[in-house]
Nanobody, 123 residues
Framework: QVQLVESGGGLVQAGGSLRLSCAASGVTLSLYAMGWFRQAPGKEREFVAAISWSGGSTYYADSVKGRFTISRNNAKNTVFLQMNSLKPEDAAVYYC????????????????WGQGTQVTVSS
């Protein structure tokens, strides 16, 4: 059974940082491209960042470019999202996702999804 478990969310002041982790079990993460998505109350889920199987390619939504960094440790079956200079508009539930087709991430599609971790940013 495949499980993706996010952690690292919490409450932070605007301008602060958080590091999200996504630990996978039941799957060899190195076979999948990985992505982070977020969903704020009343809004649709949106793409945040993606990383290729090897970690050699990364992509970011314009809204987070230069502030967020996605990375992965395939040996530990874990993906990370370092979030710096957080803004109130970054507040959302953040989800990680795994896909066998990298380009699916840009279309909000994936084979597996985590249950999410809440990020709250106070102004």
């Amino acid at each position: 059974q495949v499980q993706l478990v996010e952690s690292g969310g919490g409450l932070v002041q605007a301008g602060g940082s958080l590091r999200l982790s996504c630990a996978a079990s039941g799957v060899t993460l190195s076979l999948y491209a990985m992505g982070w998505f977020r969903q704020a109350p009343g809004k649709e889920r949106e793409f945040v960042a993606a990383i290729s199987w090897s970690g050699g390619s990364t992509y970011y939504a314009d809204s987070v470019k230069g502030r967020f960094t996605i990375s992965r440790n395939n040996a530990k079956n874990t993906v990370f999202l370092q979030m710096n200079s957080l803004k109130p508009e970054d507040a959302a539930v953040y989800y990680c996702a795994a896909t066998s087709n990298f380009y699916d991430l840009g279309h909000n599609r994936a084979n597996y999804w985590g249950q999410g971790t809440q990020v709250t940013v106070s102004s």
